[in-house]
T-cell receptor
Framework: KAGVTQTPRYLIKTRGQQVTLSCSPI?????VSWYQQTPGQGLQFLFE???????NKGNFPGRFSGRQFSNSRSEMNVSTLELGDSALYLC????????????FGPGTRLTVL | DAKTTQPPSMDCAEGRAANLPCNHS???????VYWYRQIHSQGPQYIIH???NNETNEMASLIITEDRKSSTLILPHATLRDTAVYYC????????????FGAGTTVTVRA
């Protein structure tokens, strides 16, 4: 079974631009969560989508948004990029039950110049 | 507020068992113990989780003390590919879905 895939793997943007990251979950998984990982802040939860609805949300500004499609694929968008948005963005998928383990993708490394 | 305490680093010889300790003295009755690891430049990988009984899967064993205040992750035969940062977390999945990693333990397996 194929794992979680994320595209692109690497991205370089400049301040003020916007970016869209994509995540394809494991087949059959209905929940997709997004995380931001930085050396200073560690792993921080952005939001979770289940059956095209946002089910949980972390403490990030409104510049960070996401959506999920009917095939469970998910995208996250960051508008008006700031230098501090440079990070590894991770997507994790699960079946959707609260006890299910989350399987992570390889991440998208975003660099904001 | 850190819920778990792990040693910052440890070395292990290839082929030997690696025993990774984790203290979680304030764990609540509905909180599970989860272990993940992250190999450099890759996404985190789920290893195992448990509530109070010892658990074993194809990757590792999880030993939880009777009072649930600490646990040990055992990698039975460490290989060089097990070199990674290992994260122990406690959470109540029905109350707090998100994962939050601390500093973890950097495990280096040496030939």
């Amino acid at each position: 079974k194929a794992g979680v895939t994320q595209t692109p793997r690497y991205l370089i943007k400049t301040r003020g631009q916007q970016v869209t990251l994509s995540c394809s979950p494991i087949s059959g998984h209905r929940s997709v969560s997004w995380y931001q990982q930085t050396p200073g802040q560690g792993l921080q939860f952005l939001f979770e989508y289940f059956s095209e609805t946002q089910r949980n949300k972390g403490n990030f500004p409104g510049r960070f948004s996401g959506r999920q499609f009917s095939n469970s694929r998910s995208e996250m968008n960051v508008s008006t990029l700031e230098l501090g948005d440079s990070a590894l963005y991770l997507c994790a998928s699960s079946l959707g039950d609260r006890l299910d383990e989350q399987f992570f993708g390889p991440g998208t490394r975003l660099t904001v110049l | 507020d850190a819920k778990t305490t792990q040693p910052p680093s440890m070395d292990c010889a290839e082929g030997r068992a690696a025993n990774l300790p984790c203290n979680h003295s304030t764990i609540s009755g509905n909180e599970y113990v989860y272990w993940y690891r992250q190999i450099h430049s890759q996404g985190p990988q789920y290893i195992i989780h448990g509530l109070k009984n010892n658990e074993t899967n194809e990757m590792a064993s999880l030993i939880i003390t009777e009072d649930r205040k600490s646990s040990t992750l055992i990698l039975p035969h460490a290989t060089l590919r097990d070199t990674a940062v290992y994260y122990c977390i406690v959470r109540a999945p029905f109350n707090d879905y998100k994962l939050s990693f601390g500093a973890g333990t950097t495990v280096t397996v040496r030939a």
